[in-house]
């Protein structure tokens, strides 16, 4: 009887990359025709905005889509980045996991050294066309152009032609492909949209995109700061595998364990390596390189008990609040939104991964009343558009109780219903993608649970905002009420009485019983920039005088100018007031002025109050301390 | 000033496959400890079920979980599979992307070469231990032993250990790792849960599981048929793309352009080659490798519009109607649901890929009235337990309107609620996965089409299930009110006239007006095999006699024995009787009976009728032809 095992054998065989992603390209983003044509322009945009941003050249990039024939699509990206060195452009562009981005540590938008050489392969399986490269690294040099496609058995590049080539730009790179795809205009899911979301996260991009019908479209930079390029990290302990650390020992270049821990890792000092190898047992002069399984384990187990600082941040390059703002202000205008509120959270740590994420709530306007919220979702900058499903993100929106901040929401789980659109960004050094197609992040619960706090931050305001707008609106209905009516019961009375009308101002007061704060911030040009002018009138309508504490909010980015009456204290996040005698029946005007911000980076105070009880007060809510 | 892309060139480097993996284990389906567990069994046992297969061996599996010191686990899965050959072993297990499967159409569980490796990289990563593994290929031979780690940097595997051993079995193959995982009993993500739906669409196979806390649970096997190996087919040009289609004709070793499309396609005929090779201007003596590009676009678009025969379906192993609905009985007997309906569809192409659907509802008993529906999703006979937001099955299920179904759903859009579950099997030489965790299915058109009507069919029998007893309910109150009342009123109007009595019988008939259908299954045993009976009782509640056609369906697995009286037709999937003569009041009966099918597999009679108004008649629904 033959040996049915050597008969299987025979079939077993290495597979190269190249060809696993030629049969699976749908893990790769390039399901359906739309999405393929989606994908592509991603991946190129993705790329040009990571090689400005290393280069810190504020990016300037051109998309363009033209239909040939039948399902054929000519895409044209083109940046005016650092360039790539001519023997490096068909290893990037032509190889399957080559790049200079997965082995550093550091938020990047491009990590896996997958996405554009699995654009060329796509459009080499789809039409069969090699892809055009043209680069230029600096201004008196020439560039380079080739023609390249993929040998997909070796996942090697195969260079078709390489030639000199004059071009009119100091540096950059262009990539053209003829892939097959299929072309929607606005849709949700849609080239567009793509860039529109990408233009949002990145307001100091250019970004000019012409259609296939010709129409061209240019998304204007709304910031002219370059974001800081991202600093490269080692990695932390904390989150560091068994397995990962053994091979870090193994390789290390330290001859001594301290110096291991202290060099090929981020926040241990010299103290805290000597106590971890020491809580170890182990000798600080014991060479990395020849541990074994079980000190390396013991050593990664003591090493959790330590307290250490957690991982350098400026591995993160967070949006900011007001640039999210002023992105989602622009690119809501038509909407014509009552309410746009941006939080940032501090950065945290997941498996030894610093990340952050950042969050936007748009409320009201023509946003529709009765349909699901919208969620733009981002990772590293990059909006994600596909598998809504299965992200954590959709995730942490779904488990949290919405109904507690104003939106219907049955059973208070699942996507809520209202005017609402959200806005969640997470940026990490290594941004947990549950496939190469980056669609969508896998649902850690440190990232879960940052996102939800940073979603209830965010709708608290929201809800604050609305609750003070019905309060004021119920108080002022009480108050027009009350100084209509009772006059004329008052006077009514005398003259049934035949008695002199009484004074009723202090009865109007008796009933009110509040203290009521009004409040306006307009701007003024100066120069070439604007002076946000804050302006908080304070009425005491209640029988005796108070005496108070009144906190204004303010944007960290914001630089207080001018402030009457001289304020208490002045933090970042904060202007503070003692307020120490209000009479009944009396006014008094606060004024602050605010620059270094744009018109509409703040537009609405957010004011809070100590020392009176917050039940007579509106205007205000309750001061729940730093 | 320095060029900054010579700086950024230092960095750029190749990756290895494995290294990719290693930073991105979420990919692999071991983002949590939970879940690594679930994922290392599984991948264990697709692999155990494959060679099993591949070998024509009746499965018998045991999985075995410790729980060693903090968070470490060590597994153990051993099958009575064919065994592997020595100098194989290290590769299938400590390399990524090696495997039988990827380059043979026909289908496995495994298909990417990337699973068994994954767990023992994980392994590796998350413990440092090596993972052990032993097989023996015959029974006067030695097994053998490999302890074996990946060389990451390389993607090779590194051979830590080497023995020959004795081993008392036939052959098969065990493997032994250490990883770290959280054990969780009985949850609806469980191993547990994974092995028990295995079960269900692996009837032949006998899996026994012990749990870290000892106890031992026994899947029995309920079929000792195995299924046929699939039989390995060629790509169908229908689906091919350009890119592929030049690769093969570049590397083909036929020399003639129409034996390429003949002995490299499936279902492409002598006559049909040479048509599609004359319709694209070309001659059929060409040589395959040196036709140009658009000689390929050409023949790939003229044979898009011929009319070619499907790719063979003997690459595909459905699991049956019969045995997905012995499996679902087995595993629902605690639920007692009311009702159980499969069905398998005809096989269907996506981009060249053979592919079949096959479903299963089960309704009632136990099951919540008011929760979601519960869906188990398969793929090539696998459970699928993560990513159900993003997978087709969900999609599909999600855009069919079940309100029309008797389930409740708002607005007809989204997962239903009601006392349901669903099973959902997609077979195919190609499942096209969303990433390499195998978890969830990528949304290509034809793929969600086909699941919608399957679930419709499923969906409609159930229906027809619930009306038919609800309007032989009302019928049958209707019926005992006509016959308990008419008669008193009858006597009471007779003995106020002073007249005798009249027969009541006609005027019953005349309101009942009509046709009524009862049946009843029973089973009887005979020798080593049951016998299913199935009688049918007509009675003719209308005031004419009645002439029309009954339908019964019956399995295909089913053999029809005796019948009385003799049908007109018998096929596959029916039986057909002539009722030329039922007069006003009489009954038939009819009696079938089955055989080659086990008690409880055919357990509900479907009942179609033409030739009379389907009003009239109660325990049929109208024939709609076949």
Redesign the interface.
């Given at each position: 009887m033959p040996?049915?095992?050597?008969e299987?054998?025979k079939?077993?065989?290495?597979?190269?990359?190249a060809?696993?992603f030629?049969?699976?390209k749908?893990?790769l983003g390039f399901?359906?025709t739309t999405r393929s044509i989606i994908t592509t322009v991603k991946e190129g945009v993705d790329n040009a905005l990571d090689a400005c941003e290393?280069?810190e050249i504020l990016p300037d990039i051109h998309i363009e889509i033209k239909h040939l024939e039948g399902n054929d699509y000519q895409i044209i990206v083109e940046d005016n980045g650092?360039?790539?060195?001519k023997?490096?452009i068909p290893?990037?562009f032509a190889?399957l996991?080559?790049?200079?981005r997965?082995?550093?540590l550091r938020q990047s938008r491009g990590q896996?050294?997958i996405g554009i050489s699995a654009v060329v392969l796509y459009a080499?399986?789809?039409?069969?066309?090699p892809t055009l490269v043209t680069s230029k690294?600096?201004k008196n040099?020439p560039a380079h152009q080739y023609e390249l496609a993929i040998d997909?058995k070796k996942n090697l590049p195969e260079i078709i032609s390489d030639q000199m080539q004059h071009w009119d730009k100091e540096?950059g790179t262009q990539i053209s492909l003829i892939i097959?795809g299929k072309y929607v205009k606005h849709k949700k899911q849609s080239v567009y949209e793509y860039l529109k979301s990408t233009a949002i996260v990145n307001p100091h991009a250019q970004i000019t995109f012409i259609e296939p019908d010709g129409e061209k479209i240019i998304f204007e930079r709304v910031s002219t700061d370059i974001p800081p390029s991202p600093m490269e990290i080692k990695p932390h302990i904390y989150g560091t595998?068994?397995?990962?650390f053994?091979?870090m020992a193994r390789d290390t270049k330290a001859r001594k364990l301290t110096s291991f821990l202290r060099k090929d890792f981020s926040s241990i000092s010299l103290d805290k390596a000597r106590e971890i190898v020491k809580k170890s047992d182990l000798n600080f002069m014991d060479k990395p390189q020849q541990i074994s399984?079980e000190d390396?384990?013991r050593i990664l187990e003591e090493s959790q008990k330590i307290k250490l600082m957690a991982p350098p941040l400026n591995c993160l390059s967070p949006i900011g609040e007001i640039l999210i703002k002023r992105g989602l202000k622009k690119e809501t205008q038509e909407i014509s939104p009552e309410f746009i509120t941006t939080v940032q959270r501090t950065p945290q740590v997941y498996q030894g991964n610093p990340f952050l994420v950042e969050t936007g709530i748009v409320y009201g306007g023509k946003l529709p009343q009765d349909d699901q919220v919208s969620i733009l979702r981002f990772a590293n900058r990059v909006p994600l558009l596909y598998?809504?499903?299965?992200c954590v993100i959709?995730r942490a929106m779904e488990k949290t109780d919405w109904r507690r901040y104003g939106l219907q929401q049955?059973g208070g789980r699942g996507i809520p219903y209202g005017p609402t659109l959200f806005l969640i960004h997470v940026a990490s050094t290594?941004v947990?993608?549950?496939?190469?197609?980056k669609e969508?992040i896998?649902?850690?619960?440190e990232i879960e649970k940052e996102i939800r706090l940073s979603l209830q931050q965010c709708a608290r305001t929201m809800f604050r905002h609305l609750r003070k707008k019905e309060r004021k609106s119920k108080a002022k209905d009480k108050f027009l009420l009350i100084s209509k009516i009772l006059p004329q019961i008052a006077n009514k009375a005398a003259e049934t009485l035949g008695k002199p009308p009484v004074a009723i101002d202090e009865i109007i007061t008796q009933i009110m019983d509040i203290l009521w704060i009004e409040d306006e911030v307009t701007y003024e040009k100066k120069e070439e920039s604007w002076i946000t002018k804050s302006k908080i009138t304070l009425t005491n309508y209640m029988t005796k005088k108070q005496q108070f504490t009144l906190y204004a909010i303010k944007p960290h980015e914001a630089i207080v100018h001018q402030v009457t009456p001289q304020p208490t204290v002045v933090t970042d996040t904060y202007l503070k007031w003692h307020i120490k005698n209000l009479s009944s029946n009396a006014k008094q005007e606060i004024c602050f002025e605010l620059t270094g911000i744009d018109k509409g980076d703040f537009d609405d105070n957010d004011l809070y109050i100590q020392g009176i009880n917050p039940l007579h007060v509106i205007g205000a809510e309750k001061w729940e301390g730093d």
């Open positions: 040996i049915i095992a050597h299987l054998a079939k077993q065989k290495e597979i190269s990359v060809e696993f030629e049969r699976n749908q893990i399901d359906t290393e280069a650092p360039g790539i060195v023997r490096q290893h990037i190889r996991l080559y790049g200079s997965f082995h550093s896996q050294g080499q399986l789809s039409t069969g066309h690294i600096g040099l997909t540096s097959k595998e068994l397995g990962t053994i091979k399984r390396a384990k598998q809504q499903g299965d959709t049955k290594n947990p993608f549950t496939s190469e197609s969508a896998a649902s850690y619960d």
